[in-house]
């Protein structure tokens, strides 16, 4: 009946204020409701841009977000009631007595505007209000659309009554409000009710108080006049005292108390949103590696989009909750071990990871640099970068990890039916079947050299090959189950090529004599994850950081499940482990192991069942160690990543190997102690024993 009014009573005043475009708000109005089906989809179901939330894998440490306008929806049971009643007393006194259109307001704007060729000013409800924001924000319409949202026009005030009229045909004031209050932006950067307490007072929507809605009810007339924390703040506080007489004319609050809380003192705790990943909360500059690997794992995922700008525009604005698989714990044990051997101004790194075996979910990514774009002092690289120095990408191919890479070869060996008892008569130099020329050759032919070939010589199985990490038997090893069974096997478990003379010789592995002793490049990630295949008894997962993704609607997305296959048989993945038992100190379930390179491992782990291996490329530009357990794969790597040549001191190799064992004996505290299996005696002896 109010709408007829309108309609009546407008065209009446209107065409006698000469106002002939006005004149159709009698009829716009009155058929309100057979215009619901040509609302825009944005009006019919709102879509807000919102920001997404990336935390721990507590759930509950927040990592950083993402978004292109800081927005959280949430339901109006979760905004104070008092947040309400202010946005109201600001915007619109009628709003619960008139159906979208104030006609008083409207009528009195009109004849006042009468004349002008202008729309009708100071007389847009809250759902009119709404719908412009919508309209102006509507990723559907064309630039073309959303600026005629926004334009001061007759036609686009008469197009807004009749989207106004339409909606509240269908919903609730309730559920207009809520939109309003979620749309709305409050300057600071914060659209949203949501975002704008946590803007401003650094709490959620639903534990403001009087003042504080008050303040945030006024700010929306003009966001960046009124904004307090950059703008005017005299300007805010007298919003605020306005908002509150409102409130108290329309009986919302007493008068007194709305006199009080005018007194009360302008209190904020502003709050800037991180967004991306050089901006993490907290100032954890150390979490940006570990954010930088999730962002990147995202954008390959297709089920985000079809293009990486597609990804990264759904989260942006797709509203999304992500728990990560960075334990905080675990992630501060390996930064204080990194950096225990180089601090954040020392060239050299000691970049580390961490994985969670049968599921490759990635607990801890740590290096001695910040993850910022700060400048750096002297031109240097250090210590601030994006560069990803701990899972590779973006021009970082790794780093030589040395004899780790034996696994690889003893592994294939095991495939391919040799038992862990295999042995060979080891002498230094090893002539191989490989043509070469120049230094480490021998007649025409590539011929290898063992470190310490008094301590390493003799008859040698796998298991103390593998412990003292004989070059030369492994080379032998690699001659006889063939180079490019050991590259495949390394591939299988996802060993990436990203040097392109790596994946040269990876396409052409026949006579690559060398792989098996890490010459190579490769990222700890890669290593860790590989070595967390044998932990986790021949089961490849490809590397994960999430552990749950939720969408804004509350739905849990797939992408978040563990993509595993497996790599080797449980009996293959077993005994490497037996034989990994050997380097750091412990005994193999046959009582086999004879000699270890990395002794100090058992001495920190304890009893607890533990296995690895140590690597070192030549003259010692780099130093490695891998460290396993049934629950924990962690590797970590010394190198100068920007100089090759830079080779390390003495005694480098053991302070990897104790920084990783260290990282392990933490994140795995208070955990079980769990044990390898045990090989088969036919892959460990032949059938012999």
Known sequence: MTLLVCGVVGGAVLAAAAFPSAALVGTVVGDATSWYVDLPRDLKAAQNQQTSYVYAADGKTLITT???????????????????Q?????????????????????????????????????????????????????????????QDATASTPTRKLQEIRYAGALEKKLSKGEILDRYLNIAYFGNGAYGIDAASESYFNKPASQLTLAEAALLAGLVQSPDVYNPVGGD??????????VLDAMAKMKFIPVGLAAATKAEPLTLHPVQQPNDCTASAGGQHDWGFFCDYFLRWWDAQPQFGTTVADRQQ????????????????????????????????????????????GTGRVTAMAVNRHYSLDANPQGRNYPNTVNQLVAGGGGVTGYQAGSTFKLFTM??????????????????????????S??????????????????????????????????????????QVGPQNAVAMAKRLGITFRAPSDAALAAQPDS??????????????????????????????????????????????PAADPACRRAVSADVAAAAADAARCPVGQQSAYGKCDGATAPDVSTILGSRPVAGKTGSSDNGATETFVGFTPQLAAAGMATNPDNPQDYLDVGTSAQVNRAVASTLATALRGQPYLNFPRPSNEIALGGSG
């Open 66 to 84: 993402f978004y292109d306008q800081n927005r959280h929806d949430v339901g109006l049971s979760d905004i104070a009631p008092v947040m309400q």
């Open 86 to 146: 202010a946005m109201v007393a600001a915007e619109d006194t009628r709003f619960y007595q008139h159906g979208g259109v104030d006609v008083r307001s409207l009528l009195r704007a009109l004849v006042s505007d009468a004349g002008s060729g202008r729309a009708a000013q100071g007389a847009s409800t809250l759902t009119m209000q709404y719908v412009r924001n919508v309209l102006k924000n509507d990723p559907t319409l064309t630039p073309q659309q959303r």
């Open 233 to 242: 703040r005299a300007a805010a506080l007298g919003r605020r005292s306005y």
């Open 314 to 357: 759904l989260l942006k604005q797709g509203g999304y909750t992500i728990v990560t698989s960075l334990d905080p714990n675990t992630q501060a044990a390996a930064q204080q071990q990194s950096l225990s051997i180089y601090g954040y101004n020392n060239p050299r790194a000691l970049p580390m990871a961490v994985v969670q075996p």
């Open 411 to 436: 592994l294939a060996a095991l495939s391919a039916g040799r038992p862990l008892n295999t042995s060979f008569n080891v002498r230094s130099p090893f002539v191989t079947q490989w043509p070469a």
């Open 438 to 479: 120049g230094p480490g050759s021998c007649d025409g032919y590539w011929c290898p050299v063992d470190a310490n070939p008094g301590s390493m010589g003799g008859n040698r199985t796998m298991w103390g090959g593998y412990g003292r990490s004989v070059n030369t038997y492994f080379v032998w090893l690699e001659e």
């Open 512 to 557: 690559w004599g060398s792989f098996t002793l890490g010459v190579t490049d490769t990222t700890p990630l890669d290593l860790a994850n590989a070595y967390a295949t044998v932990a986790a008894g021949g089961t490849y997962c490809a590397p994960l950081p999430v552990t749950s993704i939720t969408d804004a609607a509350g739905h849990r997305v």
